[in-house]
């Protein structure tokens, strides 16, 4: 970015002024729309339950329903945050730009154009496979109701590519010639895809014939990925529900389009993902306990497993039709919005010039200041994108599949920057009306992570509700626990004496296992006393307050003439977090838990010391851990980002 880059970013870039050719113009857009219409837009174009009807395949072979079930509320936590956490940066700056302005403004002096170059491109280059994914859905779904209502139809792909590109043109001219129309339209596409799908709820759960139990939706995992991990495998099923629960930045690229947006904006982005949430969660269960057989509804000759769900809900290949319609009308109404965001980003980075021929692509036209060259080139970018479907479905998939990614980075960057700066330079943020205030530490952590180490014992582990369970097996892991009941006490004798070491005599009903002597005081006071340790049986030594049995049964049992001065210990029976001393684990326990435990759980990955393979229940098995938790963590985010849907 040049100087007039910097300038404009140091002003949030409300306005833009064209200092090379030595006048002061103001590149706006018209304030044509109502908070109203852009919740509706940003609604519509993450089409969340319409986009899983496609997607939820990915997360069915890679985990099965406990994929697609629990990944859509661990995704949707996420979202959640993290657009609030881009409400909150919105707010501070309020420009249609979003995520690169909020990294340009936030991160290290030194990097923040680089990095603020690189979030752009990488932003709007998601945006555009994520906008070709709306129409490529409803082109394909046209194809797969050919297939099903006509046994003569020969599948090829150019057809697909003929229907994308003609409600690409629809999308395009709805852009540049509709603006007028655009808030009527797109406040009735919300309502189309609020109703839509309460129709197909509605259907899915009065009609089916046979429901699935609680326990195959809740509770069935089935990893087909080709991943011989089960955590990986989750993983990846995931990305089905980041990606349909993605795009409720469509908001902030709008922003300069509505009155008050930094205030607007972030209720925009959670109400939209609210809207979505909800129906899109809804949906996920309608089709879990109504999908009939699974691997029917996978193999379906259409291509899409929800057609032969509607089919073999309703019993008919007409009311299958019907029903498939109005995903196709809500998929095609989506890519008008999706088209008006991803030209906005064209539009401010080339206001900024990052852009080659940015002088013209962020002209606007002079009636309904539409930045129409930005359109246009969304189109020609989209319309090319066609022509790698004609050559390879796979090839057009793989593109598609960078949307994720390409988001993902976008909104990661600045919630990094952003609580780097709430830790480390706390005064030179400057809030916008709409900020997390207390909740913007703990918000920004929950979006940011791709993972969580547990470090949490094996004796308190069942304090702790996991969505989804943990495994069968670590069930039984967890209720026995380790049986360590031992204690550790620390006297202090008043003589002064040379070492010693003694074991208790275990044929009688000893209190004390073993002590022995650790020093006669600091070398600064010379020797004092001695300081000895004691360990106890289990159970034995329990009340620490029980000073008599204490000092009783250590005379008896180790030491009859000591003269104690003092102890020292801990109630770690009764610590809520521990729940026992260093862990010991029963007979047989090793051999059934030790490699079930040590599994990470989707992305929790554990590191105590309790089931390391060496020095269990010691400093040196906790460290064990956490260099495998580093390792394993490392695998989840390479296989996360190297994965596609
Ligand atoms: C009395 C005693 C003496 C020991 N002596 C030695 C020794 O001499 N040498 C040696 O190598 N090892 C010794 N150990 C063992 C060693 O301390 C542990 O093995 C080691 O600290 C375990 O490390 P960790 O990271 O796995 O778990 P920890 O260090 O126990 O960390 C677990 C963390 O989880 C937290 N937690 C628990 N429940 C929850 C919850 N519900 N929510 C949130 N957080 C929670 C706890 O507060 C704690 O901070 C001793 C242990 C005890 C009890």
């Known amino acids: 970015m040049d100087k007039t880059t910097k300038k404009s970013v140091e002003y949030g870039l409300s306005s833009y002024k064209d200092e090379d050719e030595g006048v002061v113009s103001e590149v706006r857009l018209k304030r044509n729309y109502s908070p109203l219409t852009i919740l509706s837009m940003a609604a519509v174009l993450m089409a969340t339950w319409e986009a899983l009807s496609s997607t939820m395949v990915s997360a069915l072979v890679s985990g099965g329903p406990v994929s697609l079930f629990y990944g859509f509320i661990v995704a949707f936590i996420g979202a959640v945050a993290t657009a609030a956490s881009l409400g909150e940066m919105t707010s501070m700056y309020p420009t249609a730009g979003g995520q690169y302005h909020f990294v340009a403004k936030l991160a290290p002096k030194k990097w923040q154009y680089i990095l603020s170059w690189l979030t752009g491109w990488i932003g709007t280059f998601g945006w555009v496979a994520f906008t070709a994914s709306a129409p490529f859905l409803a082109a394909t779904m046209v194809q797969g109701l050919i297939t099903l209502n006509s046994e003569s139809y020969v599948f090829q792909r150019w057809h697909g590519t003929m229907i994308y590109w003609a409600l690409l043109l629809g999308s395009g001219m709805m852009n540049i010639w509709g603006t007028r129309l655009m808030a009527l339209i797109e406040d009735a596409s919300l309502i189309i895809h609020i109703v839509a799908f309460i129709v197909v709820f509605v259907v899915m759960w009065v009609c089916a014939p046979v429901k699935h139990s609680a326990s195959f939706v809740f509770t069935l995992f089935q990893n087909n990925s080709g991943w011989s991990s089960d955590g990986v495998s989750w993983s990846i099923g995931m990305l089905s529900s980041c990606y349909v629960l993605a795009g409720y930045d469509g908001a902030i690229h709008l922003c300069e389009e509505m009155l008050n947006p930094a205030v607007s904006v972030p209720w ?44 073999s809900v309703t019993g008919s290949p007409a009311a299958a039709t019907a029903m498939t319609c109005t995903l196709i009308v809500t998929a095609s109404l989506a890519t008008i919005p999706l088209m008006a965001s991803t030209a906005r980003m064209f539009w401010c980075l080339a206001r900024d010039k990052a852009f080659p021929f940015s002088k013209q692509l962020s002209k606007v036209s002079k009636k309904d200041r539409v ?46 920057f952003m609580f780097w700066r ?28 791709k993972t969580v180490v547990s470090t949490i014992p094996l004796n308190c582990l069942g304090d702790i509700a996991f969505n989804p369970p943990l495994s069968p097996l670590r069930q039984p892991a967890i209720a026995k626990g380790h049986i360590n009941k031992g204690a550790k006490i620390h006297f202090k004798l008043k003589d002064t004496g040379p070492g010693w070491f003694t074991t208790a005599n275990s044929s009688d009903d000893s209190s004390y296992v073993f002590a022995f002597s650790d020093h006669n005081g600091t070398q600064a006071s010379g020797p004092s006393g001695t300081w000895c340790i004691g360990f106890g049986y289990n159970g034995q030594l329990m009340d620490k307050k029980d000073y008599k049995h204490i000092i009783d049964r250590f005379h008896d049992a180790i030491h009859p003439t000591a003269n104690v001065e003092a102890y020292a210990t801990h109630d770690w029976m009764n610590d809520p977090y521990t729940k026992g001393a260093w862990a010991c684990w029963g007979a047989n326990c090793a051999s059934r838990f030790l490699q079930e435990l040590q599994k990470p759980h989707g992305r929790v990955i554990f590191a105590t010391a309790d089931w390391a393979d060496r020095w269990r229940g010691f400093v040196d098995g906790a460290i064990e851990r956490g260099q495998q938790a580093v390792k394993n963590t490392i695998a989840v985010l390479k296989n996360t980002s190297r994965s596609s849907l």
């Not at 969660?281 to 309608?286: C, P, Q, T, V, Y």
């Not at 970018?381 to 993902?408: P, R, Y």
């Not at 830790?423 to 809030?431: A, K, M, N």
Request: glycine share 10%; aromatic share 14%; charged share 5%.
């Open 371 to 416: 930045p129409i060259w930005s359109v246009a080139t969304v189109f020609v970018f989209l319309f090319i994108l066609g022509f790698v479907n004609i050559g390879s479905t796979t090839a057009f998939n793989a593109i598609l599949s960078l949307a994720v990614f390409g988001l993902h980075v976008s909104y990661m960057l600045p919630v990094i």
């Open 268 to 311: 925009c982005m959670l109400g939209s993902l609210v809207i979505n949430g909800v129906m899109g969660f809804a949906f996920l269960l309608a089709i879990l306990f109504c999908m009939g057989d699974m691997a029917t509804a996978l193999n379906s000759t259409t291509g899409f497993p929800i057609i032969e769900i509607f089919k």
């Open 422 to 449: 709430r830790l480390c330079t706390p005064e030179i943020l400057t809030y916008g009306p709409w900020k997390l205030g207390g909740f913007g530490v703990p918000v920004n952590i929950i979006s940011l992570a």
